[in-house]
Protein backbone atom coordinates (compact mmCIF):
# COMPACT_ATOMS: atom_id res chain seq x y z
CA UNK A 1 0.00 0.00 0.00
CA UNK A 2 1.33 3.33 -0.67
CA UNK A 3 0.93 6.88 1.47
CA UNK A 4 -0.75 7.89 -1.28
CA UNK A 5 -3.50 5.15 -1.43
CA UNK A 6 -4.04 5.60 2.63
CA UNK A 7 -3.96 9.43 2.30
CA UNK A 8 -7.17 9.39 -0.54
CA UNK A 9 -8.81 6.79 2.19
CA UNK A 10 -9.15 9.57 4.67
CA UNK A 11 -10.92 11.57 2.37
CA UNK A 12 -14.78 11.11 3.55
CA UNK A 13 -16.34 10.69 -0.13
CA UNK A 14 -13.67 8.45 -0.81
CA UNK A 15 -14.03 6.10 2.13
CA UNK A 16 -18.16 6.16 2.06
CA UNK A 17 -18.16 5.28 -2.12
CA UNK A 18 -15.55 2.67 -1.34
CA UNK A 19 -17.71 0.96 1.66
CA UNK A 20 -21.18 1.06 -0.90
CA UNK A 21 -19.26 -0.67 -3.85
CA UNK A 22 -17.92 -3.55 -1.60
CA UNK A 23 -21.22 -3.66 0.14
CA UNK A 24 -22.83 -3.66 -2.67
CA UNK A 25 -20.44 -6.28 -4.15
CA UNK A 26 -21.23 -8.48 -0.78
CA UNK A 27 -25.11 -8.89 -1.68
CA UNK A 28 -24.52 -9.39 -4.81
CA UNK A 29 -21.39 -12.57 -3.46
CA UNK A 30 -24.09 -13.70 -0.85
CA UNK A 31 -26.78 -14.45 -4.15
CA UNK A 32 -24.59 -15.39 -6.78
CA UNK A 33 -21.79 -17.63 -4.80
CA UNK A 34 -24.06 -19.11 -1.90
CA UNK A 35 -21.48 -22.00 -2.58
CA UNK A 36 -18.28 -20.48 -2.00
CA UNK A 37 -16.17 -19.86 0.83
CA UNK A 38 -16.88 -16.08 1.00
CA UNK A 39 -14.59 -14.39 4.24
CA UNK A 40 -14.52 -10.76 4.89
CA UNK A 41 -12.57 -8.75 2.71
CA UNK A 42 -8.79 -8.38 3.29
CA UNK A 43 -7.65 -5.59 1.40
CA UNK A 44 -5.50 -2.43 1.73
CA UNK A 45 -9.04 -0.69 2.47
CA UNK A 46 -9.79 -3.00 4.90
CA UNK A 47 -6.84 -2.93 6.58
CA UNK A 48 -7.04 0.80 7.07
CA UNK A 49 -10.19 0.55 9.14
CA UNK A 50 -12.49 1.67 5.94
CA UNK A 51 -15.21 -0.87 6.55
CA UNK A 52 -15.48 -0.53 10.17
CA UNK A 53 -16.65 -3.44 11.53
CA UNK A 54 -18.52 -4.74 9.10
CA UNK A 55 -16.37 -5.81 6.50
CA UNK A 56 -18.09 -6.98 3.72
CA UNK A 57 -17.39 -10.92 3.24
CA UNK A 58 -16.65 -11.91 -0.54
CA UNK A 59 -15.46 -14.86 -2.17
CA UNK A 60 -12.16 -14.59 -3.28
CA UNK A 61 -13.05 -14.01 -6.94
CA UNK A 62 -15.22 -10.78 -5.63
CA UNK A 63 -12.52 -9.61 -3.76
CA UNK A 64 -10.13 -9.12 -6.14
CA UNK A 65 -12.28 -6.94 -8.25
CA UNK A 66 -12.89 -4.94 -4.85
CA UNK A 67 -9.58 -4.93 -4.33
CA UNK A 68 -9.16 -3.31 -7.47
CA UNK A 69 -12.09 -0.87 -7.36
CA UNK A 70 -10.64 0.36 -4.12
CA UNK A 71 -7.17 1.60 -6.01
CA UNK A 72 -9.60 3.16 -8.95
CA UNK A 73 -11.77 4.94 -6.53
CA UNK A 74 -9.04 5.97 -4.51
CA UNK A 75 -7.03 7.12 -7.49
CA UNK A 76 -9.64 8.63 -9.05
CA UNK A 77 -8.43 11.82 -10.80
CA UNK A 78 -11.62 13.34 -10.85
CA UNK A 79 -12.98 15.71 -8.28
CA UNK A 80 -15.71 15.89 -7.72
CA UNK A 81 -16.16 12.47 -9.35
CA UNK A 82 -18.66 11.81 -12.14
CA UNK A 83 -20.58 8.32 -12.18
CA UNK A 84 -18.15 5.99 -13.21
CA UNK A 85 -20.89 5.06 -15.93
CA UNK A 86 -20.63 8.37 -17.08
CA UNK A 87 -17.40 9.02 -16.83
CA UNK A 88 -15.51 9.41 -19.92
CA UNK A 89 -12.18 8.96 -18.06
CA UNK A 90 -12.30 5.01 -18.74
CA UNK A 91 -9.28 4.09 -16.01
CA UNK A 92 -11.08 0.59 -15.69
CA UNK A 93 -9.76 -2.57 -17.20
CA UNK A 94 -12.83 -3.62 -19.84
CA UNK A 95 -13.49 -7.23 -17.86
CA UNK A 96 -13.25 -5.05 -14.20
CA UNK A 97 -16.27 -2.54 -15.57
CA UNK A 98 -18.28 -5.33 -17.16
CA UNK A 99 -18.34 -6.96 -13.99
CA UNK A 100 -18.75 -3.90 -12.58
CA UNK A 101 -21.80 -3.03 -14.44
CA UNK A 102 -22.96 -6.77 -14.05
CA UNK A 103 -22.83 -6.69 -9.86
CA UNK A 104 -24.16 -2.93 -9.67
CA UNK A 105 -26.80 -4.28 -11.88
CA UNK A 106 -28.07 -6.62 -9.32
CA UNK A 107 -27.03 -5.17 -6.06
CA UNK A 108 -27.88 -1.68 -6.87
CA UNK A 109 -32.00 -2.57 -6.78
CA UNK A 110 -31.36 -5.04 -4.01
CA UNK A 111 -29.51 -2.68 -1.88
CA UNK A 112 -32.78 -0.78 -0.50
CA UNK A 113 -33.47 -3.49 2.08
CA UNK A 114 -29.47 -4.08 3.16
CA UNK A 115 -29.08 -0.25 4.70
CA UNK A 116 -28.62 1.43 1.96
CA UNK A 117 -31.40 2.89 1.13
CA UNK A 118 -30.10 6.54 1.46
CA UNK A 119 -27.12 5.96 -0.67
CA UNK A 120 -29.49 4.06 -3.31
CA UNK A 121 -31.74 7.65 -2.96
CA UNK A 122 -28.63 9.79 -2.88
CA UNK A 123 -27.25 8.10 -6.44
CA UNK A 124 -30.63 7.93 -8.09
CA UNK A 125 -30.64 12.23 -7.46
CA UNK A 126 -27.52 12.53 -8.39
CA UNK A 127 -27.86 10.90 -11.47
CA UNK A 128 -30.89 12.46 -12.33
CA UNK A 129 -29.17 15.95 -12.11
CA UNK A 130 -26.10 14.69 -13.70
CA UNK A 131 -28.75 13.57 -16.91
CA UNK A 132 -30.17 17.29 -16.74
CA UNK A 133 -26.55 18.81 -16.77
CA UNK A 134 -25.76 16.36 -19.62
CA UNK A 135 -28.74 17.54 -21.29
CA UNK A 136 -27.67 21.33 -20.98
CA UNK A 137 -24.33 20.80 -22.32
CA UNK A 138 -25.76 19.07 -25.28
CA UNK A 139 -27.92 21.75 -25.73
CA UNK A 140 -25.45 24.69 -25.27
CA UNK A 141 -23.24 22.82 -27.63
CA UNK A 142 -26.23 22.24 -30.61
CA UNK A 143 -27.34 26.41 -30.38
CA UNK A 144 -23.09 27.34 -30.67
CA UNK A 145 -22.82 24.79 -33.27
CA UNK A 146 -25.97 26.41 -34.57
CA UNK A 147 -23.97 29.86 -34.32
CA UNK A 148 -20.92 28.94 -36.14
CA UNK A 149 -22.87 27.81 -38.97
CA UNK A 150 -25.44 31.24 -39.20
CA UNK A 151 -21.42 33.06 -38.85
CA UNK A 152 -20.54 30.91 -42.06
CA UNK A 153 -23.12 31.55 -44.08
ZN1 LIG B 1 -18.32 -13.78 -5.06
Known amino acids: MTGRFAERMRDKKVRAD???V????????AAKHKDRERLPLESDASRLGVYGRRVPKLCEECAAHIRYAEKRRAYCPRDP???CAHCDTHCYKRDESEWQRQM??????RSMWHGYAIPGIKHALEARKWK?????????????????NDAAR
Do not use: H
Not at 22 to 29: E, M, Q
Not at 132 to 148: K, L
Open 132 to 148: REMARRADREARSAGNT
Open 81 to 83: KPF
Open 22 to 29: AGLAAIYC
Open 104 to 109: MTYAGP
Open 18 to 20: TRI
